[in-house]
């Protein structure tokens, strides 16, 4: 198990960029993929990034692909999900998951499968 906190969040203008970090306690974090999840008012969470425990495999949303990168730096036990060109559809509140794994290219972009969530940062970002 391991204890995950954002920071990073914040308002923006359109076209503007945040960097989201996801810091996890433990010795173990890089045994865990990871997540990037957001959910905005009145709709379902969606996956935005996962990067797998090496690194090695990532995924994006369509949304994001070209305007988001995840990254993780298993030494400081963080991942981080840069975001650039940011849109008013961006605003959420953006949520880390850790779900541990055996392969080193395991990514998933099914919130149920993960065990391990943050608290949430709220990035707003307007037009």
């Known amino acids: 198990q391991v204890q995950l906190v954002e920071s990073g969040g914040g308002l923006v203008q359109a076209g503007g960029s945040l960097r989201l970090s996801c810091a996890a306690s433990?010795?173990?974090?890089?045994?865990?993929?990871v997540g990037w999840f957001r959910q905005a008012p009145g709709k379902e969470r969606e996956f935005v990034s996962a990067i797998s425990r090496s690194g090695l495999s990532i995924d994006y949303t369509d949304s994001v692909k070209g305007r988001f990168a995840i990254s993780r730096d298993n030494a400081k036990g963080t991942v981080y999900l840069q975001m650039n060109s940011l849109k008013p559809e961006d605003t959420a509140v953006y949520s880390c998951?850790?779900?541990?794994?055996?392969?080193?290219?395991?990514?998933?972009?099914?919130?149920?499968?993960?065990?391990?969530w943050g608290q949430g940062t709220q990035v707003t970002v307007s037009s």
């Open positions: 998951a850790a779900i541990r794994a055996e392969s080193t290219y395991y990514t998933s972009i099914n919130p149920i499968l993960y065990t391990d």
């Open positions: 433990g010795r173990t974090f890089s045994r865990y993929a």
